[in-house]
């Protein structure tokens, strides 16, 4: 039980939950700078909830309140071909491409921006039937790099990663660069691609560091490989106590008075004078991040740009936007001796050679709608 | 597992909720399992299983050897018949089932003594081919007495 | 029959009124945040908070159309699109003939690209097995593989009671009474040990569902196994079966079936306490209710086009499958 310590002089951090971050780190070292006080937690993330209200003094205003509504269709046209000349038009690179390295153990890569599209359902090859999500790696590129001494400045930067990573920010989804702000549109200058709608960060080793500018796949995964996706739960709102941590309630008659969906007790016994920090109560309800681990990708679609992963627990609604990496657990991430061949940093066109890419992979495993019925032979 | 859920509401007749709970968590429709004092139906020809049919009263369930007390197909139980306890194997539910399972409209067992023994010598009904995969109990001598499969 | 008569009228005029496919921003009667099952009410007016939440634009998640619209964006490179393009058009009540290819109408969990490829599966599962025309009411038998059956083979004989589900989860329920005992088994329709569905009478009833059968007199569901094929004239209409099923006494019912709007059953009578709890329960409006009705469907293009696409497909099987057949005759 840790006392409660005093805060003498000492320059206090901001609460040091990045918007993006994953939390799985912040569950593994609960050394938060202003967390001092007991928190029962009951097996729950903590509750510090970086609300999309939230300013960050680093965030730049996105969005420009100025709508330019006087164009002719004529000038209209003229600008959205000017916006297309510029990002379309491959552009040199201006010092050669980055250094691509081997894969090591220890060695974290990207991730990407993919869209939740929805679950629909898959048999395995004996005949047992799953559901998949698929998500959508569209209009990904890579925006910037922070290299490992750079972060290390940052304010969100925690003191356990030390120099080890650095940051790559990714990006999904061109825009219209007319409506988001100078500041925004600036940020995108160094990859010169379009302004995206959705940006994130992944900690990443130096080796593994992309250009900026460079596109990302749907091939920078493999099939049989295990994922971590993270996304926003759905948003339920203002829930009460039965929906949100799903208490029972009380009995409809019988003589109960006006307390059918309450509470009921608070109290912590004779050992706390009051309530306990952390008591589940109402509240805000979802809308919080929500990490799955080790989820195996069954199948890719690299026309679309699909991937699909096991079960129906990526968070969110369809349409949702997850953080899509490697996954972290230890027995299914990838490590040398058991994964060969791992596009580093990413896979880029150049890697197909001759052979034309094959527009849908498999995993040995998932049964192939071409493939005739599953029917043992009988012996005869 | 997905699919029962799934297909949960489409499974009821699409009825309407006709009665009221007295209770404030949510109630689900008929589950129609089998647990503590389900009444069962004997299909095979032994001698008890028919004196209780003459008689009229079913066969009760007295517990479920399983963790969850509630019986699947091809599950233990200990039922009373006429008045004493036997054991018997589940091989028909009334209980929506899993896709290529099939569902009976009576929830039917098969009177084994503690051996496991089939007390009688003859299945009169169509059994459920699902239960030859059965990896729990050893149903094999209550199979061997079924003369057709569904 | 008088009022269906009139709903179809005024369903025809309203046909014009369909959402059509490139609004974007959400209209002032949508469907509520929930998901939409059997049981559940629509709530077609939306609350200040969800339409403010609609508009606004800090959600971590995008409607439907603008995700379309980005992936049709001039900047985007790297993923393909669908086409949507097709000559041809499918006959009128083709939505009947497949009914699991039509697109869910939750417009909140809707997205193209699923839908497409999600399609293609299933087209790819009817090239190697023919999943015949089928109706509730016809009379079918299934073949499923069974790894512990001698022949590693099961075939069951029934009428097809339900079917249901959009995609890859389509299933159907056949009833059958063998050897006195009534057996329902619920198949999925892409279930790859599903090995074979053939349709042995094609016809339809009146209900949409037969789940009272449980509920009749044996003999109206009892259907031999070594029942023949019955061959209907071909471009025929599919038959109509109008039968009317007794039911067992009223006591030993599984359901209330008074508050159902049975049409294939023979009239019965139920006492009066049952009677006026059905006029209590009783839902009139639900008939007449159009938006109800509206929104039980997707947009009358996407429908045709989805359907134009799937009958193309169809007919490139069908004509494949002919062309094997005529193949091996000429072998033998």
Same mark, same amino acid.
């Given at each position: ?80 071909? &000017?916006?297309?000349? !510029? #990002? ?5 690179? =201006?010092?050669?491409?980055? *250094? @691509?390295?081997?894969? %090591? ?40 790099? &922070?290299?490992?001494? !750079? #972060? ?5 930067? =925690?003191?356990?990663?030390? *120099? @080890?990573?650095?940051? %790559? ?40 560091? &992309? ?170 | ?150 | ?332």
């Amino acid at each position: 039980m840790m006392a409660a310590k005093p805060l003498l002089g000492k320059v206090l951090r901001p609460c040091s939950i990045a918007l993006f971050e994953t939390h799985i780190s912040s569950k593994l070292f609960p050394i938060s700078s202003v967390c001092v006080q007991q928190i029962r937690e009951k097996s729950r993330s903590p509750k510090y909830v970086v609300r999309p209200t939230t300013r960050r003094p680093w965030h730049v205003r996105k969005w420009t309140t100025k709508q330019d509504a006087s164009l002719t269709s004529e000038n209209e046209t003229f600008v959205q071909d &000017v916006i297309k000349d !510029q #990002y379309l038009s491959p552009s040199p690179l =201006k010092e050669g491409p980055w *250094e @691509r390295n081997d894969f %090591q153990n220890g060695t974290r890569r990207t991730g990407a921006l993919a869209l939740k599209l929805g679950v629909i359902k898959q048999w395995t090859n004996s005949g047992k039937s799953f559901y998949v999500t698929l998500l959508q790696i569209l209009d990904n590129h890579v925006i910037n790099y &922070v290299p490992p001494a !750079q #972060y290390s400045a940052y304010p969100s930067h =925690k003191p356990h990663h030390a *120099e @080890r990573f650095g940051l %790559q920010i990714v990006g999904a989804l061109s825009c219209d660069p007319r409506q988001f702000s100078k500041a925004y549109n600036n940020l995108f200058v160094k990859a010169g691609v379009p302004p995206k709608r959705w940006l994130t960060r992944f900690l990443i080793t130096p080796d593994a560091a &992309v250009e900026p500018g460079t596109a990302l796949s749907v091939n920078h995964f493999r099939v049989g490989d295990f994922v971590d996706v993270q996304s926003r739960s759905k948003d339920w709102g203002f829930q009460g106590v039965i929906k949100r941590w799903g208490m029972k309630g009380m009995p409809a008659s019988h003589g109960v008075t006006k307390s059918h969906r309450k509470m009921g007790g608070t109290g912590g016994g004779g050992d706390k004078d009051g309530i306990w920090r952390g008591k589940r109560m109402p509240g805000v309800m979802g809308n919080r991040l929500s990490t799955q681990f080790g989820l195996k990708i069954w199948r890719i679609n690299t026309k679309y740009n699909i991937l699909y992963v096991t079960g129906p627990a990526v968070a969110g609604v369809p349409h949702t936007f997850c953080r899509v990496k490697d996954t972290v657990l230890p027995k299914k991430c990838l490590r040398e001796d058991r994964s060969e061949n791992v596009p580093m940093p990413t896979w880029f066109p150049e890697d197909l050679g001759d052979d034309p890419q094959p527009e849908e992979i498999f995993d040995k495993d998932l049964f192939q709608f071409t493939e005739p019925s599953l029917v043992e032979e009988t012996e005869s | 597992m997905a699919t029962l859920l799934s297909n949960a509401s489409q499974f009821a007749p699409a009825a309407v909720r006709l009665g009221t709970t007295c209770c404030a968590f949510s109630t689900t429709s008929k589950l129609l399992e089998v647990r503590l004092l389900s009444r069962m139906r004997i299909v095979d020809n032994s001698a008890i299983g028919r004196a209780a049919a003459e008689i009229g009263k079913p066969p009760r369930v007295i517990h479920v050897y399983n963790k969850k007390q509630v019986g699947h197909l091809g599950d233990k139980v200990l039922v009373t018949v006429k008045g004493e306890m036997r054991r018997a194997y589940i091989v028909g539910l009334k209980q929506k089932q899993r896709p290529n399972v099939p569902r009976t409209d009576t929830n039917n067992i098969v009177l084994v003594d503690d051996n496991g023994n089939p007390l009688g010598n003859r299945v009169l009904v169509p059994i459920p081919s699902a239960l030859r995969a059965n990896k729990k109990g050893d149903l094999t001598k209550v199979l061997s007495l079924a003369t057709k499969f569904v | 029959m008088a009022t269906s008569l009139g709903l179809n009228a005024l369903r025809l005029s309203l046909s014009v009124l369909r959402p059509s496919s490139c609004a974007v921003v959400p209209c002032q009667l949508t469907v509520a945040h929930k998901s939409h099952n059997a049981t559940h009410v629509i709530n077609y007016r939306r609350t200040r908070a969800e339409m403010a939440k609609a508009i606004r634009r800090k959600q971590n998640f995008l409607h439907f159309e603008l995700v379309d619209k980005h992936r049709h964006s001039p900047l985007q490179t790297g993923t393909e699109n669908i086409s949507q393009e097709t000559e041809v058009t499918a006959p009128r009540n083709y939505r009947y003939v497949m009914p699991e290819f039509m697109p869910r109408p939750d417009w909140e969990r809707r997205d193209r690209v699923l839908e497409k490829l999600e399609r293609r599966d299933m087209m790819r599962r009817r090239a190697i097995m023919n999943i015949p025309e089928f109706y509730v009411g016809s009379i079918m038998a299934v073949t499923v593989a069974d790894a512990y059956a001698p022949s590693k083979k099961n075939r069951f004989v029934g009428i097809c009671i339900d079917r249901g589900e959009y995609g890859l989860k389509a299933y159907f329920v056949l009833r059958n009474v063998v050897d006195g005992l009534g057996v329902e088994v619920m198949y999925e329709m892409y279930n790859p040990k599903v090995l074979s569905i053939e349709v042995l009478k094609l016809e339809k009833r009146l209900d949409d569902q037969l789940y009272y059968l449980r509920d009749a007199l044996p003999e109206y569901s009892t259907f031999s196994f070594d029942m023949e094929p019955v061959q209907l004239p071909k471009g025929a209409d599919v038959p109509l079966n109008t039968t009317k099923v007794k039911l067992k006494p009223t006591k030993e019912w599984e359901c209330r079936w008074e508050a159902h709007d049975l049409q294939g059953v023979q009239p019965f009578e139920v006492n009066e306490k049952r009677m006026r709890r059905k006029e209590k329960s009783a839902e009139p409006w639900k008939k007449h209710d159009l938006m109800l009705d509206y929104r039980s469907r997707v947009p009358e293009e996407e429908e045709e086009q989805v359907m134009a696409e799937v009958f193309r497909e169809k007919q490139v099987i069908d004509s494949q499958r002919k062309s094997m057949r005529t193949v091996l005759k000429k072998r033998k």
